[in-house]
């Protein structure tokens, strides 16, 4: 299975954004998945994770109350709603599977894709 994000951009300070993370060749059904980010020189971070089936969700401290993560099985997409974004979310948000807010690869699912650049603007 890989795994595609998209959905991020350019946004001013105070605004939203939703992300999406798609897998292509397998089904995300059985993962539970999270988001991740970088930002250069620093290491990758925990930001949400969310179960399978998704009953449970666990954010980074930094984030509860502003970020939400859902998933659709249907679409085979994991998607993460950020409000009220602020210039230190400007990252390279990448999607992959978790386990209480840790990377978490599997035989089938362990490559991290290209991620989506965020960039907010203060």
């Known amino acids: 299975v890989q795994l595609v994000e998209s959905g991020g951009g350019l946004v001013q300070a105070g605004g939203s954004l939703r992300l999406s993370c798609k897998g292509s060749g397998g089904s995300l059904e059985y993962y539970a998945i999270g988001w991740f980010r970088q930002t250069p020189g620093k290491e990758r971070e925990a930001v949400s994770c969310?179960?399978?089936?998704?009953?449970?969700?666990l954010y980074a401290d930094f984030v509860k109350g502003r970020f939400a993560i859902s998933r659709d099985d249907a679409e085979n997409t994991v998607y993460l709603q950020m409000n009220t974004l602020k210039p230190e979310d400007t990252a390279v948000y990448y999607c992959?599977?978790?386990?209480?807010?840790?990377?978490?690869?599997?035989?089938?699912?362990?490559?991290w894709g290209s991620g989506t650049l965020v960039n907010v603007s203060s």
């Open positions: 969310i179960s399978s089936p998704g009953g449970l969700r």
């Open positions: 992959f599977p978790c386990e209480r807010l840790a990377p978490r690869p599997f035989p089938g699912l362990r490559d």
